[in-house]
């Protein structure tokens, strides 16, 4: 089926290249995301056309940003909607598709493959499938033990049905880094819960390690074999995690406001762990976000923007970005032709796409914080809070989400799309045409 849509209406009339068929692939599970949430079934009292599209672009986005409660507005109908729209966002529906070609017996060829690769980032077609097996297991397996875990606190607290419904969706949300909650204040009431604190968290970070990081972990499991991506992403979560809850605890101790009202230094630094882990990559919060220092809100951008790795459900510029960008500084201030780190070196076309994904984010970044402030006549620093929220698909807020009107809500969604879809992929679309391979002598430019 998938190939007969591609040749008909794809290839013979509009000869869209991969990354903008996949991007256009994600538009069409919207559009069908919003129609499905305006279903009579998915809402207690009906819906506005604006508030299930933008509830469609986040779930796809797998970002988490809502301007309505998820919890009281949808029916448990509506919310397994916006839960099937964050796993097929979440995993791909490159993914999907493959999986249903495969079990209806279907060849994958070379163009499935190449869609694929797109999908999940990948430089070669070749084992994807055997990638894609692995995906699965480790999707079930998060998502299911994650969903028993949660069950011991939420099947007490709200019966059986209704608890199990409970952890099955938190769970799911968790694993894809979508950061969508059936209560108003997301994950406070559990903010001193050590089962929550634990369970969430180590959801968000696997599903943001990246499938390749689990791949080699679960394959390979020696660190001397493990890739250099896997070595970078291991690494370089491992500093991020650490810093940041120290950080967030050291700027946040005193703050009545957020975590100097818990009862015991445990409690503090449950929640400092759960705000460092889910900052980079999800939407979920253990204390009230609007009371944060101003320098919390701050860090929190920063960590926004490096986000979680390649090939996972995360957003931002990704952890190996972020590391290059450092070793390629570093390498330069020491005279170094070459970026070198774990015995391998990092090829100048590498280093480009880094510069690229880079500066494109920091422009779209830039100018969505620009729209917004045109859009809603507030607090800077929570206009940007939001755009970095959008554009790196996090979905944590400061409460402005619901405030913005038309302008605004449509400004989030194009940064929420652009932020899943891939900066990459974006200047892949525009790019209609390939201009011609000359070299061009050499000129000074000055820098600095």
Not at 53 to 70: I, K, W
Not at 287 to 311: C, N, Q
Request: net charge neutral; proline share 3%.
């Amino acid at each position: 089926m998938f190939t007969w849509l591609r040749n008909i209406a794809f290839r013979r009339s509009i000869h869209l290249p991969p990354p903008a068929l996949l991007a256009f692939s994600y538009i069409l599970l919207i559009l069908l995301g919003t129609l499905l949430l305006k279903l009579p079934i998915a809402t207690h009292q009906g819906i506005a056309w604006g508030d299930a599209l933008f509830t469609a672009v986040s779930a796809v986005t797998v970002t988490g940003l809502a301007v309505v409660d998820t919890g009281s507005y949808y029916t448990t109908t509506g919310q397994a909607f916006i839960l099937l729209l964050i796993q097929l966002g979440g995993l791909g529906i490159m993914v999907f598709a493959v999986l249903v070609l495969s079990a209806l017996g279907v060849p994958i060829d070379m163009s499935h493959h190449v869609f694929l690769r797109e999908d999940l980032n990948q430089t070669s077609v070749s084992q994807l499938l055997r990638l894609l097996e692995i995906i699965i297991r480790i999707v079930l397996i998060c998502e299911l033990g994650g969903m028993v875990l949660l069950a011991f606190v939420t099947v007490p607290e709200f019966g059986w049905l209704q608890g199990l419904w409970q952890a099955l969706f938190h769970s799911i949300s968790a694993f894809n880094n979508a950061g969508f909650g059936l209560f108003p204040d997301s994950a406070m009431r559990w903010a001193t819960n050590p089962l929550v604190n634990f369970t969430i968290p180590m959801l968000v970070i696997v599903g943001g390690l990246g499938y390749t990081v689990i791949a080699d972990i679960v394959q390979v499991r020696k660190w001397q074999q493990f890739s250099l991506h896997t070595k970078l992403m291991l690494v370089g979560t491992g500093i991020l995690l650490l810093s940041s809850t120290v950080l967030f605890a050291a700027l946040e101790w005193t703050n009545p406001k957020t975590l100097a009202g818990m009862e015991s230094g445990f409690d503090r630094w449950q929640a400092s762990w759960f705000q460092a882990v889910i900052a980079r990559t999800a939407g979920f919060n253990s204390i009230d976000l609007s009371g944060m220092h101003d320098s919390t809100v701050f860090m929190f951008i920063w960590l926004m923007l490096i986000g979680g790795g390649s090939t996972s459900t995360a957003g931002g510029i990704k952890v190996t970005t972020f590391i290059v960008l450092i070793l390629a500084s570093l390498a330069f201030f020491r005279r170094e032709p070459r970026i070198s780190v774990f015995g391998r070196s990092i090829g100048m076309e590498q280093i480009l796409k880094v510069m690229a994904i880079s500066m494109i984010t920091i422009i779209l970044v830039m100018l969505g914080i620009f729209l917004l402030a045109l859009a809603h006549d507030g607090e800077f620093l929570n206009i940007a809070f939001e755009a970095v929220s959008a554009i790196c698909t996090v979905g944590v807020s400061r409460g402005l989400t619901g405030q913005f009107d038309d302008v605004g809500r449509m400004v989030l969604m194009v940064l929420m799309f652009i932020g899943r879809v891939g900066p990459l992929t974006l200047g892949f679309f525009l790019a209609t045409q390939i201009p011609p391979r000359i070299r061009y002598p050499a000129g000074q430019v000055y820098f600095g």
